[in-house]
């Protein structure tokens, strides 16, 4: 179990509801986020070169879903997946600074698929979320996401 408080359940169903409205709007994600991480890391994209069909990228993303969607309820399992995966992507020389951003990206290009649709609860949540994140993995040393989903 985390040692965080849990994810306040309006929270929860905030960051729900942008993921489902997200996903409708938006379809595959995946495009678009991998776009802002090698915008802002390009080093990343070299890393990418086997990825022709973007399976990789896209079965990533559906894992960081998966994460976000236990973490922001029950906690199964998600501290340990990030914990791994932060671990796990230094093997591929990934630096723990651009693993950190990815969550703070994926809350960027959901709010972005969401449109005027994007609430302030929305807004609230993924904030909450991200600062729980942050510091969940900054107590082993890290800081997951930096909330640029500020208007």
Not at 23 to 48: C, I, T
Not at 51 to 66: P, Q, R, T, W, Y
Request: aromatic letters at 10%; proline letters at 5%.
């Amino acid at each position: 179990m985390s040692d965080l408080r849990p994810t306040d359940p309006a929270d929860a169903a905030a960051v729900e509801a942008s993921l489902e409205l997200a996903a409708e709007r938006g379809g595959d994600l995946s495009p678009a986020v991998y776009q802002r991480l090698f915008e802002r890391q390009p080093d990343m994209k070299a890393l990418f070169w086997r990825d022709g069909n973007n399976a990789i990228k896209g079965e990533m993303l559906a894992k960081v879903f998966e994460a976000l969607l236990d973490f922001i309820g029950e906690r199964h399992y998600a501290h340990h997946l990030i914990e791994t995966e932060v671990i796990t992507h230094e093997g591929y020389d990934v630096p723990r600074g651009v693993f950190a951003t990815f969550f703070g990206i994926v809350a960027e290009v959901v709010r972005q698929a969401c449109g005027a649709d994007w609430t302030p609860a929305m807004d609230a949540a993924w904030r909450h979320t991200l600062a729980d994140l942050d510091h969940y993995v900054a107590q082993r040393g890290q800081v997951v996401s930096t909330p640029e989903t500020q208007p």
